[in-house]
Structures are given as structure tokens and as C-alpha cells.
């Protein structure tokens, strides 16, 4: 009876020798899930991540660099303290702080770091640097942050902040991860690819204490991490810096170019704000509380902020005037206040009369030759065919359109064509009466501080301009910068017509901003008064200089302060001289735009 | 003169050289589960514990020689002796013994320490095998039962007491031996009817489904055989039964102490809580199954390296090879162990003696038992028990009472030519 048994037993234990292989062979060749868990568990990809570029200005001062910045980390398995006191004198904190930070790192984690002191400086890293030894499961941690040797320009290089739910959607490289720092504005943002670099990784090992075991492989699979690319901007930091101390307390923009480059010297807008405040990790408190003011320090006038160009337009008008033939140096028109109000001057004048003295009239019955051209009987569409001709010619100076600065958000301005008029009074219903507010630059025309001190460099080049841009060298190589910057832009009016402006320009500086005069520094300039329906006109002002040999293209905007002899003027004249002289020899003029009294 | 008792020829070698071959195995897997890469140690190295686990092998080696070289007749006749004096050094355990955990598993001097418990398994095999070999032994009556389950039960409740119940548990391997020497069919068919039934009971919430199951199956054997009354009284009572012991046993399961619940429960559902209870199944399984088919190669695992599976050099030590060798080195692991326990089988039908039969019966039943048990338990089949895997587990007297319990049957197999023919 007992012969089969041992048989039975032979089976059973063969039996079992098959359930464990099966079951092994499950979970070690079917089961691919074990493997990915196993290097969740064991395996630490840490991102290495590379130092942001610098830039620099277009002397090479530095701009922007980046700060390191230490926080002292705190693993609460290892912590431990024997002399409290003493610990508190050391790092320089409270009692309670101690408490808090450990209760809160305690509730994070017992075993992964968190931060017990958050932005230690340089000085005070030094200090606590020899006595972290004698406390274990302290340990310094390395960020760096955005920092800024002097508080300017903060609009033109923008700031960086932490990558958005939206943008790691649209970053379809997956270069990006959650906690990423990315540039957010300015030319932060607009190079963004140039000043990241490359991220490292690095696998390594660790053991279920979370202690580091070493690379994974010997650091087979690990890349280096790339610094970013260092810039060369435009901006010069000197010019930068005194625009920004003349602004102080003021509303508006300043944009000065060069005009044979298209590179911007200078770019403010006032009121302005410390770049090193959106840095850090109070970047999310500042940013809303600068946003909530109602001054808008976030807002960047000089490619935000649109006015209608005023007088200064008088001067595209004679431009396409002469280029068409309709105007003449010669051609004279009275002073006809009856078609629209004007200041006392001689009458009639000529076209450099009509520039010099900024007559309104003469621009009304010259902006009507322009348009009506009687190319059709019907004055309606007579009216129309020639708005349409005339706004293709003044596209090409810029206007209407963003220029493409190298910054996000720029605006376009507006220049109307005849579909707006159309869509106000019905088509076949608008004449030139109606319109004849264009002439003189005011009526349904914006231009921005920017597009206005292109115009400037557009007069200075006679005919031409580079569209104009921040960043002068990508990693020291100027041919490295995009090509639409390297691009000549023609306007269509030759360079003989711009002899008469410059001259008219440069005299009108006698008769509408004496302030302007800098004795041996012949400028050109135009004034101009942007009509603003809430309260005091805004003081406008382009201007170019030397003359002869254009070094820089300014537009000035001061928000309600009037005449544009006055604020814009005198500020436009002292960046000039500050730019090419390098010194202010009119302290009187630079005390009358610090006090800001433009109003009288 | 009288013939030397070292019969080298009829030693059986195929059995020696699984052994090395086991043990050797297993010393290279010891040295991987405490390998560090950062410390540079050598396997000799005798401050970790490859180290100190070739001092035992050296030792295994010694106290091979001695039974090798010992007359055979040694142990049948100190048999009862031996067994006398290991339920002495249980006894005394508890109160001498050096106490760890809540457990006093380990008894001597100084840094000597064994523990008792491993080596009363060769101890009761000796005793078994003594008292069952008389030709009048019959399992099939009660008071052999009696006689057979009280050599056995003594030493189970003396380990209880310390307390060790994955050690208790292995003695539930002589049933084994017992099945062999011929324990009626009945016990185990109803022993594996009532595990099957606690499984199900543990396994499926809703007791409704197993009170279907029963009756169907009660009225399946009762129209499968003839109807007597006393047949279906008997099968409805024995299902009536079951029915109210799959009630109860949720009840009883809660009455355990709460780690022995927590380990039964994982096995039914590993994710329950996998940083607690569940931490040592699911690592073990995670490092297990990270090895895929081939491995990932000598001191390349990491789960093991770096502490994530506890105990990984003693009770876990399959999951250093799970991981770094994989499916093909589990394999070669599993069918070793197969072939050693089928060799056994043969060894032990050909013994001229019942004693030198049972005994080796009852080597083939702790040995299966914990390698069952202790690979079961690393792949998640078996609740987490505390017991070796012979032969590789780290540990002197794990060692030690695995290879004493092995070469006793080697040396008794290499004098049958000796003994007389008793076998009935």
C-alpha cells in the first residue's frame, strides 16, 4: 500500500519546485513593473542644473549675473543638538524658529532634507561654514539667484520665475520640469534657449536611509550640465543708469538708438522697479504687489504704452510729400486758422517754415493734395484709394505694426486704413474733411515710444533703419545675433528729401526747445504734445544728434507734463550730451528735470 | 581486526557535491547581500559576514569529518539520548538563553551562542526514526499516533515558548515522513481540505460564496458514492461544519496577535500598506523581480546592496540572488535543490533499515519545508516567516544543523551494508 507514497512525495515536491519557478517567472520576466520600481527605489536622477548666461552691456559691464545664495538644509533622522544655546547663537535664530522649521521638516520628511534657514548670505555662510561638522544631519544647500550690481533697466532684461503649467504643456521637447526657473520677460524670455545652457543629469544610488551610495554605473549614464550663453546688450549702462535718474518720480519713456545699428542704448520706463526684488523666493509676493500699484511699474512703456504722435508726424507727412512730388521745398501754404488752429508765426510758409514753426494748416491743405490725387471722380473714393496709397507709405516707417524688438509683448500702434473709417461712417460716407486730423498726427493714430525713436533714427539715416534690438553679441559674436536685426529696412524716400528735415529740425530746436541747445552739439529735433483727454498733454520730444554724423535717436515721453519743449526736451538734450559728451555741463538744466515742476 | 568505518566508496558523492555546491552558492550570495562598493571588502574579510560564514563552513567541515568517521550504530543507539539531551537545553533556553527582540532564540557562552531549536529538528528525527522502527510500529493505529505526535509536539511547544513559531512550524514537516511510514490518507486529505478552506475564508470577503461551495461540493460526493443515511449524515454534518468554522475563522484570525494578522493579511493583498507590513514582501518581490531572465550580474544588485530588503544575508538571502542572477539563476538554485531532495528519495527507499528510513525521510521533510516555505515566502506565496534557506542562509547554526542532519543520512547511507536487513 505504501508503495506509491514515496511516488506521491516525489510529485509533491516536484510540484512545488514548478509553483515557485512559475510564480518567479512572473514576476521576474512577465512582470516588467518590479524593474521600474526597483530604480524608483534605488536609483536618484539628480539635475544638474547649469548656470543661467550673463549679460552685459555694450561695454561689458555687467548687467546681470547670478548670486549664489545658501540654505541650510536640515534631515530630521540624523539632526541632533546637545547645546541648544549655543546652536541658537551660532546660526542666529530664534527658539521658536528652530521648532518650526523642525516640526515642519519632521512633517515632510523624516529621512529627505528640508530647508531650516532659507538665504543665507555670503558673509553669514562664512561665518556658520566650520561648525556645520559638529552638527549632524545639517548640510548647506547651493541655489543661485538673479542679481543685478545696479537696479536698472529691470524691463529690458526682464525677470525669471518658476515655469508655468501652461508653458511646461507647450515645451514639447520636455526640456523643462516642474520647479524650472524660466525666463518669464524681457530678454530673459526672448532668449531664453541662449541663456538656459544644458542641463545635467546625474544618476546616483542611493540606499533606503536616502544616504548617497554613490553613481549609478559609475556615472555611464550622467551628462555635464552647459552654462548658458553670456549676452552683449545694447544697453549702455551709464546712459541707462542717468535716463533712469532723470525719469525718478516720473511717468513715461525713454528710448534712445543708435541709428546706423537699430541697437538700443537705453530703454526706460518710469516709474521703474529694482530688478533684484522679482528675484528669489519672494518673486511671487513681489511680483503681486508691484502688479496691484497703480502706477504699474510692470508695465513697459517704451513698447506698451501707445499715444498718437502729434507734430513730430508732420515730418513722415513732409517725407512722403516730397517723395511723391506733391511737395516742393518751395511749395507754400497760409496759415489758414480757420481750417485748424495754430500759433502765432510768420504766414504763409514754406515746407521748412511749415516744419520749423510746426504750422498746423500747412500740413491740413498738404495732407489733402496727398490724399485726394483725383484719381477717381468720386471725392468719396478718391478719398479712399488715396488713405490706403498714403498709410502703405507710412507702414513702411515702422508704424502700424510691432517693429520686433527682441522683448515680448511689443504693440503695434495703429494706422488707419479705410476700413476703419468705413466701419465708423459706412462706406462711400468719410471724405478728407473727415480725416484730416491724420495730418498732423493726432485723430485714429498710435505710435509707441519705441516706433517714435525709430522715427528718429529713420531722420537721422535719411531713409533707413535696423529694426531695433537689445542684444548686440550672443556669446561675444555679433553675427551670432537673429539675422532680422543684421536686415537694412529701406522706407521708400531717398536720402536727397531728408536734407531739408535735418536742417528744419535742427533750426526748430531754436524756436520750440530752447532748453535743448548744447552749445558745439548741433541736435535735430522735433517737439511734439500727445493730446491726452484725462488730464495734462504728454510731453513728447525726438530728436538726433550730431546732426552731421548721427551717434544717437532719441524719443522722449513725460507723461502730463505738458509742452514737449519743456520736460521732454530738456531730458531728451541731456541724454544726448551725457551719451556723446560724457559729461552734464548744464547742472541748472538737470536740476530743472529732477524737480519735475514742468507745469506753469 | 575490524573494518575501518569510513566506507569512502559508498559515500554517496552525488549528494556531498550538491551540498558544496548549495553551500558555496550561498557564500557568494551572502557576500553580495552585505557587499558595500563604497568599502572595498573582501569576501575573506572576517568582519562582514562572508567572512565569518567561511568559518563556518571550515566548522561544517570538522563536524562532517567527525560523523563520517563516527560508528554508524552511534547514532540509533544514543538516539533517544540526543533528543533527551536537546529537550534539556530547551527547557533551560528561556531562562539562561540571551534574550533579543522579545525572543530567546540562543543559548552559551560568551560569543559561543547555537540556537537550540535548529538542532532539535536532527535531534527529533533521531528519536522518530528510533521509537518507529520497531516492526510491530504501525501508524494506522491510535496510540502509535499517540506516541509518534508526542515525540514530536514536545519540542514544538518548548520553541513556542521562546517564542519562535517559523522554527515550530518546520516540525509540521515530519507529517511528511509520516505520510511515507504510512499515516492514513484521510488525516491529510482532510488537513488540506481545512487549509484550502482557510485560505478561501481569509481570501474571499463574502463567506456567502464558500457556503455555496461547500454544499455543492457535499452534494456532489454524496450523489457521487452510495446514499446511505449514515454516509449523508456524516458529509452534511462534516460540511455543516465547515460552513461554521469559514464563519469563525475571521473571527479567530483577529484574536492573533496583531503582527501575525498583519502578515497573513499582505498575503492576500501586498499593497495594503507597503512602507508597513507589507514592506518586507513588497521589497523582496520588487528586488526579485528587478532581476528579469538573466540578471543584473555579480555585486550589481542594488535593491539588496543598499538595505532596501531587511534581512537580506539570513531569511531574504534569495532575493540577492533573485536579483543579480535572475530568472536562469533562480532556476539552477530551485533545480538543485529539487535534484538533492530527489536523490534523497532514492537514498531512502534503498536503506536496508526502517530507522536509517525514516530518518532520511525526515531529512527529505525539513529540507523541503524550508525551502518551500523560506523562496514562498520571498515572492510573496507565504506569509513572512523567520526561517533559513539551508545551506545559504548566513548563520552558524543554521549551517551547522542543516549539515548534521544531512551527512548523519549520508554516513548511515554509506554503512547499509552493514546493517542488517529489518526493513519490513
Given at each position: 500500500m505504501n508503495d506509491q507514497r514515496p511516488v506521491v512525495i516525489l510529485i509533491f515536491i516536484f510540484l512545488i519546485g514548478a509553483v515557485l519557478l512559475t510564480k518567479l517567472f512572473m514576476i521576474q520576466v512577465v512582470d516588467d513593473s518590479f524593474m521600474k520600481k526597483a530604480e524608483r527605489n534605488a536609483i536618484q536622477r539628480v539635475v544638474d542644473h547649469p548656470y543661467r548666461g550673463l549679460i552685459y552691456d555694450r561695454n561689458g559691464k555687467l548687467l546681470v549675473y547670478n548670486n549664489p545664495i545658501f540654505d541650510l538644509m536640515v534631515v530630521p533622522k540624523e539632526f541632533q543638538v546637545k547645546d541648544t544655546t549655543r546652536f541658537l547663537e551660532l546660526f542666529g535664530i530664534t527658539k521658536e524658529h528652530l521648532i518650526e522649521s523642525y516640526n515642519a521638516a519632521r512633517k515632510y520628511s523624516w529621512v529627505k532634507p528640508s530647508p531650516m534657514i532659507k538665504q543665507i548670505s555670503t558673509t553669514d555662510f562664512a561665518k556658520i561654514q566650520d561648525f556645520l561638522i559638529d552638527y549632524p544631519g545639517l548640510f548647506i544647500m547651493t541655489r543661485s539667484v538673479r542679481s543685478y550690481p545696479e537696479p536698472i533697466a529691470a524691463h529690458a532684461l526682464g525677470y525669471i520665475g518658476e515655469i508655468s503649467a501652461g508653458q511646461l504643456e507647450r515645451d514639447t521637447l520636455k526640456y523643462y520640469s516642474q520647479g524650472d526657473y524660466v525666463g518669464l520677460s524681457g530678454i530673459e524670455r526672448y532668449y531664453e534657449k541662449e541663456l538656459r545652457g544644458v542641463k545635467g543629469v546625474k544618476y546616483k544610488m542611493v540606499n533606503v536611509r536616502g544616504i548617497d551610495k554613490g553613481p549609478?554605473?559609475?556615472?555611464?549614464?550622467d551628462t555635464a550640465s552647459v552654462a548658458g550663453i553670456n549676452l552683449t546688450s545694447t544697453i549702455d549702462r551709464e546712459l541707462q543708469l542717468y535716463g533712469e535718474m532723470l525719469m525718478q518720480g516720473k511717468t513715461g519713456s525713454v528710448v534712445a538708438i543708435e541709428p546706423k545699428t537699430g541697437e538700443i542704448l537705453a530703454m526706460i520706463s518710469a516709474p521703474?522697479?529694482?530688478?533684484?526684488?522679482?528675484?528669489?523666493?519672494d518673486f511671487g509676493k513681489t511680483y503681486t504687489r508691484l502688479n496691484r500699484l497703480e502706477t504699474k511699474p510692470l508695465f513697459n512703456r517704451p513698447i506698451m504704452a501707445m499715444y498718437p504722435p502729434g507734430s513730430i508726424f508732420k515730418i513722415v507727412q513732409s517725407l512722403i510729400g516730397l517723395q511723391d512730388g506733391i511737395l516742393v521745398p518751395e511749395t507754400t501754404f497760409a496759415c489758414n486758422r480757420s481750417l485748424v488752429a495754430c500759433h502765432n508765426h510768420?504766414?504763409?510758409?514754406?515746407l521748412f517754415g511749415a516744419i520749423r514753426n510746426s504750422c498746423n494748416p500747412y500740413y491740413h491743405q498738404a495732407f489733402r493734395k496727398i490724399i485726394n490725387r483725383e484719381v477717381s471722380s468720386n471725392t468719396f473714393k478718391d478719398t479712399e484709394i488715396g488713405l490706403n496709397d498714403w498709410r502703405d507709405k507710412v507702414l513702411k516707417f515702422g508704424l502700424g505694426s510691432a517693429l520686433g524688438v527682441d522683448i515680448v509683448g511689443e504693440k503695434g500702434g495703429d494706422i488707419p486704413s479705410s476700413k476703419l473709417y468705413n466701419r465708423i461712417y459706412g462706406e462711400g460716407r468719410w471724405k478728407y474733411s473727415t480725416i484730416y486730423s491724420l495730418s498732423i498726427g493726432q485723430g485714429e493714430m498710435l505710435v509707441t515710444p519705441l516706433q517714435m525713436a525709430n522715427l528718429a533714427a529713420i531722420f537721422a539715416n535719411k531713409g533707413y533703419y535696423y529694426t531695433p534690438h537689445l542684444i548686440k553679441a550672443v556669446d561675444g559674436d555679433p553675427s551670432k545675433i537673429p539675422a532680422q536685426y543684421r536686415y537694412k529696412n529701406e522706407v521708400g524716400v531717398d536720402a536727397r528729401h531728408f536734407d531739408l528735415i535735418q536742417d528744419a529740425m535742427a533750426e526748430a530746436l531754436y524756436g520750440t526747445a530752447n532748453r535743448a541747445v548744447i552749445k558745439d552739439l548741433v541736435i535735430a529735433g522735433k517737439t511734439g504734445t500727445a493730446q491726452n483727454p484725462h488730464g495734462e498733454d504728454h510731453s513728447v520730444f525726438v530728436a538726433f544728434a550730431?546732426?552731421?554724423?548721427?551717434?544717437i535717436a532719441i524719443a522722449v515721453y513725460v507723461e502730463n507734463a505738458g509742452w514737449g519743449g519743456r520736460a521732454a526736451a530738456s531730458t531728451a538734450s541731456l541724454m544726448i550730451e551725457k551719451y556723446i559728451k560724457g559729461e552734464i555741463s548744464r547742472p541748472a538744466l538737470q536740476e530743472y528735470v529732477l524737480a519735475g515742476n514742468f507745469i506753469y | 581486526m575490524r573494518e575501518s568505518d569510513i566506507h569512502i566508496n559508498r559515500v554517496d558523492w552525488v549528494t556531498v557535491l550538491l551540498y558544496f555546491a548549495l553551500v558555496m552558492i550561498g557564500w557568494f550570495n551572502i557576500y553580495a547581500a552585505v557587499y558595500d562598493g563604497q568599502a572595498e571588502k573582501s569576501i575573506f574579510d572576517f568582519s562582514i559576514n562572508s567572512g565569518m560564514q567561511l568559518v563556518w563552513i571550515f566548522t561544517a567541515i570538522v563536524l562532517i569529518t567527525v560523523i563520517m568517521v563516527a560508528d554508524h550504530r552511534l547514532f540509533e543507539n544514543l538516539s533517544i539520548i540526543i533528543y533527551l539531551i536537546f529537550i534539556g537545553i530547551l527547557i533551560v533556553t528561556p531562562f539562561f538563553g540571551k534574550e533579543v527582540n522579545g525572543q530567546t532564540l540562543s543559548i552559551g557562552f560568551g560569543s559561543f551562542r547555537i540556537q537550540p531549536g535548529e538542532f532539535a529538528k536532527f535531534a527529533t528525527a533521531l528519536a522518530l526514526a528510533k521509537i518507529m522502527e520497531?516492526?510491530?510500529?504501525?501508524?494506522?493505529k491510535t496510540k502509535n499516533q499517540m506516541v509518534a505526535f508526542g515525540v514530536l509536539l514536545l519540542p514544538v511547544l518548548l520553541i513556542l515558548l521562546q517564542p519562535d513559531t517559523g522554527t515550530a512550524m518546520v516540525y509540521f514537516s515530519f507529517l511528511i515522513m509520516f505520510y511515507r511510514e504510512g499515516l492514513p490518507q484521510r488525516y491529510y486529505i482532510l488537513g488540506l481540505g481545512f487549509i484550502a478552506l482557510s485560505l478561501l475564508s481569509l481570501g474571499i470577503k463574502e463567506n456567502i460564496y464558500i457556503v455555496f461551495g461547500i454544499t455543492a461540493l457535499v452534494i456532489f460526493l454524496i450523489l457521487l458514492g452510495k446514499k446511505s443515511w449514515q454516509r449523508i449524515v456524516a458529509f452534511s454534518l462534516i460540511g455543516l461544519g465547515a460552513i461554521a468554522y469559514s464563519y469563525s475563522i475571521d473571527f479567530v484570525v483577529s484574536k492573533l496577535p496583531e503582527h501575525q494578522q498583519n502578515r497573513i493579511m499582505v498575503l492576500f493583498n501586498p499593497d495594503l500598506d507597503p512602507l508597513g507590513v507589507g514592506w518586507n514582501v513588497t521589497q523582496s518581490k520588487i528586488a526579485i523581480g528587478s532581476g528579469g531572465l538573466w540578471g543584473k550580474g555579480y555585486l550589481q544588485g542594488t535593491q539588496t546592496k543598499f538595505d532596501f530588503v531587511p534581512e537580506q544575508h539570513t531569511d531574504f538571502i534569495f532575493c540577492t540572488l533573485g536579483e543579480e542572477f535572475g530568472w536562469i539563476g533562480s532556476l539552477v538554485v530551485i533545480l538543485l535543490f529539487l535534484a538533492l531532495l530527489y536523490r534523497l528519495v532514492v537514498m531512502a527507499e534503498r536503506q536496508k533499515t526502517r530507522f536509517s528510513r525514516i530518518y532520511g525521510y525526515s531529512v527529505i521533510s525539513i529540507l523541503l519545508f524550508h525551502f518551500m516555505i523560506n523562496i514562498a515566502m520571498t515572492i510573496g506565496l507565504f506569509p513572512v516567516v523567520g526561517i533559513p534557506l539551508p545551506f545559504f542562509s548566513y548563520g552558524g547554526s543554521s549551517l551547522w544543523s542543516f549539515t548534521v542532519l544531512l551527512f548523519i543520512f549520508i554516513k548511515l547511507d554509506s554503512s547499509r551494508a552493514q546493517q542488517l536487513g529489518r526493513i519490513n
Open positions: 549609478f554605473k559609475d556615472g555611464e549614464y521703474f522697479y529694482d530688478p533684484n526684488q522679482l528675484t528669489g523666493s510768420p504766414s504763409p510758409v514754406n550730431p546732426k552731421d554724423d548721427p551717434k | 520497531r516492526p510491530t510500529f504501525d501508524l494506522s
